[in-house]
């Protein structure tokens, strides 16, 4: 765990994140005393992929499909 003077880190903390792996920290102090922690964030799960049929017999009727909606009657 490399620490890290709080000068240091905001002359260089473009570099710091980019360089940051996951698992990995970096300790800002400031006057030899941890004053923060820079981790990375987890990376983000992949999205599930798709599954074609999952809502198969949920539309009952289209019988009023086309029909003006009642709340814009009065645009019409």
Known sequence: MPTITIQEAQATLNVL???LTPGEEVVITEN???IARLIPTPPEPAPK???FGTLRGTVLSMEHFDDPLEEFE???
């Open 32 to 34: 030899d005393r941890p």
């Open 17 to 19: 994140i980019h360089r």
């Open 74 to 76: 009065e645009y019409m």
């Open 49 to 51: 992929p798709r599954q």
